[in-house]
Nanobody, 125 residues
């Protein structure tokens, strides 16, 4: 599975961005997809995921209520709609996929099997 995140940019606080994760290879609908971010001098953190089995979602407390994850299994895409962006959201954002049937945590970077190149989001105050 090859993944590629896109849609980042430099924005002011309070605006919205939508990140996209494109996928190729494999049967996309079989994979749980997670969004991670890594701010300068910080560890990579899982902020959201969407399961393949039932489409259930998770959000980290830091983004809950502002970010929305969705997937389009026909287009092999996962989106992260980010509203009311804050300077602390500044980071490189990555999408990642977990193998079907994986029982590992989808918010742990070590629990994911495939990674795309990240996209930089910079939020100015």
């Amino acid at each position: 599975v090859q993944l590629q995140a896109s849609g980042g940019g430099l924005v002011q606080a309070g605006v919205s961005l939508r990140l996209s994760c494109t996928s190729s290879g494999g049967t996309f609908s079989d994979y749980a997809i997670g969004w991670f971010r890594q701010a300068p001098r910080k560890e990579r953190e899982g902020i959201s995921y969407i399961r393949s089995s039932d489409g259930s979602t998770y959000y980290a407390p830091s983004v809950k209520g502002r970010f929305t994850i969705s997937r389009d299994n026909v287009q092999n895409m996962v989106y992260l709609q980010m509203n009311n962006l804050k300077p602390e959201d500044t980071a490189v954002y990555y999408c990642a996929a977990a193998d079907p049937g994986s029982m590992r945590s989808l918010t742990d970077p070590y629990g994911m099997d495939y990674w795309g190149k990240g996209t930089l989001v910079t939020v100015s105050s």
